[in-house]
C-alpha cells in the first residue's frame, strides 16, 4: 500500500535538491555550514556521506573539527552509549564560551541527570497528556475557526508559533498574554552569534536570556511559597532535585524546556502542511483512512527531523564505524540524515504516511537523553491534523517556504497559504 502515487510523480520529491555535493572534494565537506540548510541543498552532501563516508572527520569548520556520523545504526550506537560519548561539553556543535555557559540536566550524566529529568517528567505523563488533549483539541479548533479565508496568510505565525506557545504558557502556567515571550527566548537561545544578526555577540545573546531568567524567577519566587502544582516551575521549586539549582542551572533548565516544548512540534506542524502539499495523494490516503492519523505524524517528524543533530564527545578512545575516535573529540550525530538512510528506511526520501515501521526514525533521539516530551508532540499534531480534516480545511501553500538559517533546529519563519472559504 505505501507506494508513490501518480500525483505525487508529476513532481521532484519533496527535500530532494541537485546541488554540487559531488564537485567538493570529500576531506573538506562540511555538513555544518547552515546555508544549504536555509537554501535546503543539504541533501546531496549527507547523501555522499552515507555512501562514502559514513562517519566523516571534518577538519576545517567554523565550529573546530568533528566527526559527522550520518547513518542510522551508528548514531544509535553513539546516542546509546552515553557513558562513551558524553554531553557534559555541550549538545550541539556551537562551543558555548564558558562564561556564557549555563547547565541543564541534557547536559548532565547519571545519576543528577535522571533526578532533574524525573523531576518535570510527569507534566508529560500519561494521565495528564489525556487532562491536556480537550484543551488542546479547543485551541486548535480556535486558532482554525479564526484564520483568514480566501486571503495569503503565514502559516508559521497564526498556526504552529501560536499552538505551541498556548501549550508552553499551560506547561509553564505562564502569563498567558506574554506568551510570546517564550517564542522569542527559544529563538535567541538556538540561535549562536554571528556578525550582521540581531544576535551579534555571545553578551548580546546573555543579556536577552537574563531576561528570561529575571521573569521566571519571578514565577519561582511565587510558587515556592505555595502548595504545589503540577506546572514545571512549580515542580522544580518543590523538588529536592532542583530546589537548589544555582540561577544558571535554572536558565539551562527553562532553555532546554522552552526549546524542547517549543521546536519540535512548531516546525513539524509547519512541515506536515508543506509535505501534504507537495504529497497530495498521501494526504488523501489520509482523508480516506482516518485510522492512519497517528502513523501520517510519525512521518512528518521524520520527514521534517525537526532537531537536525546532537553532538557528544568521546569520553575515551573508541571506534565507531570503523573510525579511531579519540577521546574529547567532537562527535555529531546528524539524526536528518540518518532518518534518510535507505539501508534502513525504504524510500526514505519520500512522503509515505502508510509506511512499514513508521516510527522507526531518530527525530527524538535515543538512550537516557531521548526527547521527553515526544508523546506531547505527537498529541498536539495529531488533534490539529484531526481538526483540519473534521473542519474540511483545504490549506493550500501558494508560495515558497522560508527556512531558517540554521544547522540544529531544521525550521521555517514563513510558508505562505491559502484556504478557501
Known amino acids: 500500500m505505501n507506494k508513490i502515487c501518480g500525483d505525487d510523480l508529476k513532481r521532484p520529491l519533496a527535500n530532494v535538491r541537485v546541488d554540487d555535493a559531488s564537485s567538493i572534494p570529500l576531506a573538506n565537506l562540511d555538513v555544518s555550514e547552515t546555508k544549504r540548510f536555509q537554501d535546503d541543498s543539504i541533501w546531496g552532501c549527507f547523501e555522499r556521506l552515507r555512501r562514502e563516508d559514513p562517519v566523516h572527520y571534518c577538519q576545517d569548520s567554523r565550529y ?104 508552553l504558557a499551560t506547561l509553564f502556567d505562564f502569563p498567558f498574554d506574554d506568551r510570546r515571550l517564550l517564542t522569542y527566548w527559544s529563538d535567541v537561545a538556538v540561535t549562536p552569534p554571528r556578525a550582521g544578526h540581531a544576535i551579534d555577540s555571545w553578551d548580546k545573546r546573555s543579556a536577552i536570556l537574563s531576561e528570561c531568567q529575571e521573569y521566571f524567577t519571578r514565577l519561582w519566587n511565587e510558587r515556592i511559597n505555595r502548595e504545589p502544582r503540577l506546572d514545571l516551575i512549580s515542580l522544580m521549586a518543590h523538588s529536592p532535585a532542583t530546589r537548589h539549582m544555582k540561577p544558571d542551572e535554572f536558565l539551562g533548565n527553562l532553555i532546554l524546556l522552552i526549546v524542547g516544548g517549543n521546536d519540535t512540534t512548531r516546525n ?17 490516503k489520509l482523508h480516506e483512512n482516518p485510522g492512519l492519523m497517528s502513523s501520517a505524524v510519525s512521518e512528518i517528524i521524520r520527514y521534517q527531523t525537526p532537531i537536525v543533530h546532537m553532538r557528544r564527545n568521546a569520553a575515551a578512545d ?41 516510527r522507526q526514525h531518530l527525530s527524538f533521539g535515543f538512550g537516557i537523553h531521548r526527547c521527553v516530551g515526544r508523546h506531547l ?39 505562505p497559504v491559502q484556504i478557501a472559504a
Not at 557513558?83 to 550524566?109: A, C, L, N, Y
Not at 513539524?268 to 488523501?284: A, D, K, Y
Open 64 to 167: 573546530g573539527p568533528y566527526w559527522a556520523v550520518t547513518k542510522y545504526h551508528d548514531i544509535v550506537a553513539v546516542d546509546t552509549n552515553h557513558k562513551t560519548f558524553t554531553s557534559e561539553q555541550g549538545v550541539t556543535i556551537v562551543d558555548v564560551p564558558d562564561e556564557h555557559w549555563t547547565p541543564s540536566f541534557i547536559k548532565m550524566g547519571p545519576p543528577k541527570h535522571a533526578d532533574q529529568r524525573n523531576t518535570v517528567s510527569p507534566i508529560v505523563a500519561p494521565e495528564n497528556l489525556t487532562r491536556l488533549e480537550s484543551l488542546i483539541r479547543s485551541r486548535a479548533r480556535a486558532i482554525l475557526q479564526g484564520l483568514p479565508r480566501n486571503d495569503a496568510f503565514n502559516w508559521v505565525d497564526m498556526v504552529s508559533i501560536e499552538l505551541t506557545t498556548q501549550m
Open 268 to 284: 513539524s506542524i509547519t512541515g506536515g502542511v508543506l509535505f501534504m502539499n507537495q504529497n497530495p495523494c498521501e494526504l488523501r
Open 318 to 358: 573508541c571506534v565507531v564505524g570503523g573510525k579511531k575516535i579519540r577521546k574529547g573529540d567532537k562527535v555529531v550525530m546528524w539524526y536528518i540524515s540518518g532518518n534518510r538512510d535507505e539501508e534502513v528506511i525504504d524510500n526514505a526520501d519520500s512522503f509515505l504516511i502508510d509506511r512499514k515501521n513508521v
Open 377 to 415: 508532540a505527537q498529541l498536539q499534531l495529531k488533534v490539529l491534523w484531526e481538526e483540519i480534516l473534521n473542519a474540511r480545511l483545504e490549506v493550500k501553500v501558494v508560495g515558497e517556504p522560508e527556512r531558517i538559517a540554521s544547522n540544529f533546529v531544521h525550521g521555517y519563519s514563513a510558508l
